[in-house]
């Protein structure tokens, strides 16, 4: 959910400019393909620690989580500085660790019945669709209809993360979100990240030059990690007892 803030300084930096980074989402691509693998790596590393030693995986989901959200603001600044020798490994150890902390929910998506690991490979397809599909629309918006896409998916995202808040802390007192509410949930943030993914192909390259591509990666990463969450959230919803 870090991309809320990208929104945020993306709006500002786009509204009434043309094109400054024409290719920058092209230089991007390598990065964002090769963050992904490092996430994958991540997971597997994950899954087992969670299959060998499931007593230790809490205590590092924690401290993983900790230091991905502080690495993100560290790594993200010094991208956005052009300091990319500096940037690339903060990024790549960012990657990882979005994977561990990723595994927990792949766990649950291979553990439940009729989702597995088809339920993660529908979920890998649907964000290389959306991105096929993200590509066309978002690099064909006029600037109008641009700009109010990437306000309305930047409002959802902000309402969504409020709900995801409100879910974590009733978790606590051991209130779970109902089936339905957590499809409801979970369709939204499916169609928020397609949106978010639409709005990547639009506003990045009006926001960043052609060799700022890891700032515009790291957006772009952050877009299909959230999308294939809510997809596997969704499936798991549909599929749980």
């Known amino acids: 959910m870090s991309n809320t803030s990208n929104f945020r300084q993306a709006i500002r930096n786009a509204q009434g400019q043309a094109l ?16 992904l693998v490092l996430t994958a790596l991540g ?3 994950g899954l087992n620690v969670l299959a060998t030693n499931p007593g230790l995986f809490m205590p590092t989901f924690w401290v993983a989580l900790i230091a991905e959200l502080a690495l993100f603001f560290v790594a993200r ?12 490994p903060l990024l790549a150890t960012y990657s990882l ?11 649950v998506a291979l553990g439940t019945s009729g989702v597995g690991i088809q339920g993660i490979a529908i979920a890998a397809l649907g964000c290389g669709v959306t991105f096929v599909a993200a590509r066309q629309i978002g ?6 209809d641009g700009m109010a896409l990437t306000q309305t998916v930047q ?5 969504l993360l409020v709900v995801l808040v409100g879910q974590l802390i009733l978790s606590f007192f051991g209130v779970y979100t109902p089936s339905w509410i957590e499809i409801g949930i979970s369709g939204i943030g499916v169609l928020l990240f397609v949106g978010a993914a639409v709005v990547d192909f639009y506003i990045l390259p009006r926001t960043y030059r052609n060799d700022q591509y890891l ?15 809510f ?4 499936l798991i919803a549909f599929n749980r007892d």
């Open 20 to 35: 400054v980074g024409p290719n920058v989402i092209a230089n991007a691509l390598p990065y964002v393909g090769g963050g």
């Open 43 to 45: 997971t597997y590393g």
């Open 77 to 88: 600044g010094v991208a956005e500085k052009g300091n990319n020798s500096t940037a690339l």
């Open 97 to 107: 660790l979005s994977g561990y902390t990723l595994s927990g929910i792949v766990f």
């Open 139 to 144: 690099s064909n918006l006029s600037d109008q």
């Open 155 to 159: 409002l959802g995202i902000i309402a």
């Open 215 to 229: 700032p515009a990666a790291l957006s772009m990463y952050l877009t299909y990690i959230n999308l294939f969450i």
């Open 231 to 234: 997809i596997l959230r969704l």
